[in-house]
């Protein structure tokens, strides 16, 4: 059918409505489609309230319609958007953000404000699926289970690509895909300290014994690497545990005017232009006696509000974050916390706890949910930031927040993703 696409959506699909035959009126959703062109699409998937439909041809383009960049973009998953200028990109995300906030009804938004930087070479992490016959390091295909497998990703920062290279090399004859499922490479800001990641269900001795032969030949490729980990987690709700490991377990990543430690199984932001600006809306210009950094990761934020504050208390629960957090805050008396921030945040209701100044959340996709809204909106600290990586639950949780009493300030879309549907959000509410 032909469809006329009215928008972009969150997830990297255009939004039509079908004009003709038994589906006139009903939503569709066409991946590939940029928002204004007149497109021939056939349906894949017929659902009640919509369907989705897969691009056949693009009979007007839009005048940002570009030529992609990577040859293996379309049945690769992980880019939806390089098929549209970058300007354009920004513009996309930034309408799906507003139009997510504006369906929460909140009230008196802001202006969002945008920030964007080199939109290639930009991602410090990349993490693929080790196939074993033939070998091959692939990335999932879009809509599927299925894989692609690669050479070359120009989202990845330069030395993550001489990685994939170097691995697809000598991965068959050092048998990876009897050692790992999956392999994930990351590199620090200054690209010259590498860390890789094998990732793997059950784990055998020769698999621990296969690492350390492995990283040695793929270090003598690649002189920046500096070490090796074997994960495992026997099923999907248990957390990965390093088996074994080669080399250092840690490298040195510099942001915002600070060294941190960054180990293998650490969680870390994978923009490399942009982790300084992201830590300077968070943080810059904020004072006070006491703020907590809640999720904290490796304590990209925390370190930073130890210049503004007299007491900074960073939580988080991850074991090996958790581990680099302490690491980070060694040395300073603010205190590092191994706990879930629901916990953290339970532990103090009713008690008489002095209200932070300041607190940073920066939650997985899930958001805050509603207990944790519940619990921060009692103990009502001045002003809170929320770092955000999804629209839907942001929205959520600005709603709570607004409802008990916060007011936004401002509201800053930080492109982490180019070429992707993902966006990240710094957004800064003030109490009263």
């Not at 940002?64 to 390089?82: D, H």
Request: hydrophobic share 45%; charged share 20%; aromatic share 6%.
């Amino acid at each position: 059918m032909k469809l006329r696409i009215e928008k972009a959506i969150y997830g990297g699909a255009g939004l039509a409505r079908a004009t003709e035959g038994p589906l006139a009126g009903k939503t569709v959703f066409v991946p590939l489609a940029l928002p204004g062109e007149l497109v021939a699409a056939r349906i894949v998937d017929d659902r009640r309230s919509f369907a989705q439909a897969e691009l056949d041809q693009v009979l007007e383009a839009a005048p940002a319609r570009t030529t992609p960049a990577c040859p293996y973009f379309g049945a690769c998953g992980g880019c939806q958007y390089q098929h549209a200028t970058y300007a354009n990109q920004v513009e996309m995300k930034a309408a799906i953000l507003r139009e997510t906030l504006e369906r929460a009804h909140l009230e008196e938004m802001p202006p969002i404000t945008t920030v964007h930087a080199d939109p290639w070479r930009y991602r410090n992490r990349i993490r693929l699926v080790v196939e074993k016959a033939p070998f091959a390091l692939s990335y999932r295909e879009r809509r599927s289970h299925a894989t692609v497998a690669v050479n070359q990703c120009p989202i990845a920062a330069p030395l993550l690509e001489r990685a994939l290279r170097a691995t697809n090399s000598l991965g068959a004859k050092m048998h990876l895909a009897a050692i790992c499922d999956e392999i994930e490479f990351f590199t620090n800001s200054a690209q010259d300290q590498l860390l890789i990641s094998l990732h793997a269900g059950r784990v055998g001795r020769s698999a621990t014994d296969g690492l350390g032969q492995f990283a040695q030949a793929l270090g003598s490729e690649l002189p920046e690497l500096r070490g090796a980990g074997l994960f495992s987690a026997e099923t999907a709700r248990q957390p990965s545990r390093m088996l074994a490991h080669w080399g250092e377990p840690s490298l040195q990543y510099a942001a915002a005017g600070s060294e941190y430690r960054v180990s293998l199984g650490s969680f870390f932001q994978v923009n490399r232009f942009l982790v300084d600006t992201l830590v300077e809306l968070a943080t810059e210009g904020r004072k006070g006696g006491i703020a907590w950094d809640l999720y904290a990761g490796v304590g990209l934020f925390a370190r930073a509000l130890t210049a503004g504050f007299g007491q900074v208390v960073a939580v988080e629960a991850a074991p090996y974050s958790s581990a680099d957090l302490r690491v980070n805050l060694a040395g300073t008396s603010h205190k590092a916390v191994q706990e879930n921030t629901l916990d953290f945040l339970r532990q103090r209701r009713g008690a008489s706890v002095t209200a932070p100044d300041l607190v940073v959340v920066d939650p997985p996709r899930a958001g805050l949910g509603n207990e944790v809204t519940t619990l921060l909106t009692a103990i009502a600290p001045a002003q809170v930031v929320c770092v955000s990586c999804d629209p839907a639950t942001l929205s959520r949780d600005l709603h709570a927040l607004i409802q008990s009493g916060y007011h936004l300030q401002n509201i800053t879309l930080v492109d982490l993703f180019p070429q992707t549907f993902h966006l990240e959000s710094v957004t800064v509410l003030v109490r009263g």
